[in-house]
């Protein structure tokens, strides 16, 4: 059973032949009401005090889950680029192997070429050469007989 301030103000007690003084019993119950009345008032402050917190505790675990779920992701968004990113390394280190063995394979055919061209190069040097000297040959014989006109 709770008693208000001013039920306590307002009680009324019979008088008795050899009873308390009355004005002491006043006194002592105003101070009583004042008392339950400023305890009243307090806990009235503490409760919505109490629901401010909680309402603030309530609000910092949502943020608190938003942030958790925000760090899950981002791990697992970096987990998947390093993955991805290792695939596409691997990838690329096969591509260029690949290059590499083919590189290798067409080299011999390349060196092959290369010696067919420098064969021909120089049959047609020796060529250029024949031509060049015969061309000489010409003109000193038409010289020799210009001269000896």
Do not use: W
């Not at 629901?51 to 889950?65: A, F, Q, W």
């Not at 080299?107 to 420098?118: D, F, M, S």
């Amino acid at each position: 059973m709770s008693i208000s301030a001013l039920e306590i103000k307002k009680k009324e007690f019979e008088q008795k032949m050899r009873g308390y003084d009355a004005d002491e019993v006043r006194r002592f119950l105003d101070e009583v009401s004042n008392e339950v009345d400023t305890l009243t008032r307090d806990n009235i402050s503490l409760e919505e005090e109490l629901i401010g917190t909680k309402k603030k505790i309530e609000h910092y675990l949502k943020i608190e889950s938003s942030l958790e779920k925000t760090l899950l992701a981002a791990q697992q968004t970096a987990m998947k680029m390093e993955e991805q990113a290792q695939k596409e390394a691997s990838l690329l280190l096969e591509k260029a192997r690949f290059e590499r063995d083919k590189m290798m394979q067409e080299l011999p055919l390349e060196i092959e070429r290369a010696r067919g061209e420098v064969t021909r190069l120089k049959a047609e040097y020796e060529s250029t050469v024949a031509r060049m000297k015969s061309v000489l040959e010409g003109f000193s014989v038409y010289i020799s007989k210009l001269e000896e006109k």
